[in-house]
C-alpha cells in the first residue's frame, strides 16, 4: 500500500522501473475564439511539450537517481500512461521519461 501525503492510501504500486506520478493541475483557462470557438482546458493544454508532477510511488526496482517520493519531476507528454484513481487523474511514467527534479 502507498501512502499519499499522509491522508490518502491508494493500492497502487508501479511494476519494474515505473513512477507514479499525480499531474500539477494546468494554470490554462478555457477560451473562446474571435468566431465563436470554444476551447477547453484539456484542448489548449495538449500543446505543452513538458508536464510537471509529483512523485507519489516509485516501482519495484527502484530508483537509479536521487528521486524519491515526492520530488516534483518533469516529464514529457508523450510518454505518460494516464490512469484515474478514486477519481483523481494519475500518470505512470517509465523512469527514463523523466526528464528532470526541481524545487
Do not use: H
Not at 489548449?44 to 508532477?53: D, P, R, S, T
Request: proline share 4%; glycine share 8%; charged share 30%.
Amino acid at each position: 500500500m502507498v501512502t499519499v501525503k499522509k491522508t490518502k492510501k491508494l493500492n497502487v504500486l508501479p511494476l519494474g522501473s515505473r513512477v507514479l506520478i499525480k499531474p500539477f493541475k494546468s494554470e490554462a483557462k478555457e477560451e473562446t475564439t474571435s468566431t465563436g470557438l470554444y476551447l477547453p482546458n484539456n484542448v489548449l493544454n495538449k500543446n505543452a511539450e513538458i508536464i510537471k508532477g509529483e512523485v507519489v510511488a516509485i516501482g519495484s526496482y527502484g530508483c537509479d537517481s536521487d528521486m524519491k517520493n515526492g520530488d516534483m519531476v518533469l516529464f514529457g507528454k508523450f510518454g505518460p500512461t494516464e490512469i484515474k484513481i478514486k477519481d483523481e487523474d494519475y500518470l505512470i511514467v517509465n523512469q527514463e521519461d523523466i526528464l528532470a527534479t526541481y524545487k
